[in-house]
Nanobody
């Protein structure tokens, strides 16, 4: 059974940084795409950043130049380095991985940015 365990959320001041991590366990296969999404209360879940198995990245316009996604295939881990945080980045962040035809989600980690 595949499990995604996220860590690294918390409280930061505006202009500060946080680093999210997501470890994938229970799979013998390397994930295809890995990524981060976020969802504010009452809103749809939105893409933050994704990275393919080959290292191609994609970012939401709102985080370009501030956030960096990376992955360690040996550790089955995806990271999201978040710099220059803004109060509007406050919400729950979800890890997402694609394994074959299946998509898995983490439980979510709260990021709060104070002004």
């Amino acid at each position: 059974q595949v499990h995604l365990v996220e860590s690294g959320g918390g409280l930061a001041q505006a202009g500060g940084s946080l680093r999210l991590s997501c470890v994938v366990s229970g799979s013998i296969f390397r994930p295809n795409a890995m990524g981060w999404y976020r969802q504010a209360p009452g809103k749809q879940r939105e893409l933050v950043a994704t990275i393919t198995s080959g290292g191609t990245t994609n970012y939401a316009d709102s985080v370009k130049g501030r956030f960096t996604i990376s992955r360690d295939n040996a550790k089955n881990t995806v990271y999201l380095q978040m710099n220059s945080l803004k109060p509007e980045d406050t919400t729950v962040y979800y890890c997402n991985v694609v394994l074959g035809i299946y998509t898995y989600w983490g439980q979510g980690t709260q990021v709060t940015v104070s002004s």
